[in-house]
């Protein structure tokens, strides 16, 4: 396939998961207690959000992040969040592409491995018996 070939079903496949995504994101819809203005700021800072999302990210790295979103919300969110956060304290310089993503993704998972490490620690205690003294005695 050529370049063209490969970017026109580049932007097919944006152009569906972008189109699926409000979807499943589930809005206010259900919540019990939210009045009218938050369940119109919802939408607001959702958008907010995704341009923000959109400025930080190459298109390549919000592809591979949508599509983790679609296997792992919470993990997609937690990324987000931390995306905007660097860019807030300015230590994103440039746009994160696909492979600082997946940079960004492992150091992630290991961190979360080391919270959810078991270790198994085996005390074993010294057993002193006094009546084998005593079979020496005869």
């Known amino acids: 396939m050529d370049d063209a070939e490969l970017q026109a079903i580049r932007q ?3 152009a569906e998961l972008q189109r699926q995504q409000p979807s499943g994101n ?3 819809g ?3 207690g939210g009045s009218g203005d938050s369940a119109a700021r919802q939408p607001s800072e959702d958008d907010a959000r995704a341009e923000m999302i959109a400025q930080i990210l190459t298109p390549a790295a919000r592809e ?5 979103r679609i296997v ?3 993990k997609a969110k937690g ?8 860019a807030r304290t300015g230590q994103i310089r440039s746009r994160v592409d696909e492979d600082e993503l997946i940079s960004l993704l492992e150091q992630i998972s290991k961190q ?4 959810h490490e078991t270790k198994i620690v085996y005390q074993t205690r010294r057993f002193v018996d006094d009546d084998s003294d005593d079979e020496f005695d005869i």
């Open 72 to 74: 792992r919300q919470q």
């Open 112 to 115: 979360e491995s080391r919270e």
């Open 79 to 86: 990324v987000e969040d931390l995306l905007i956060q660097m």
């Open 26 to 28: 589930g809005t206010t």
């Open 30 to 32: 259900g919540r019990p």
């Open 12 to 14: 097919a496949r944006m």
């Open 64 to 68: 591979r992040l949508s599509r983790i």
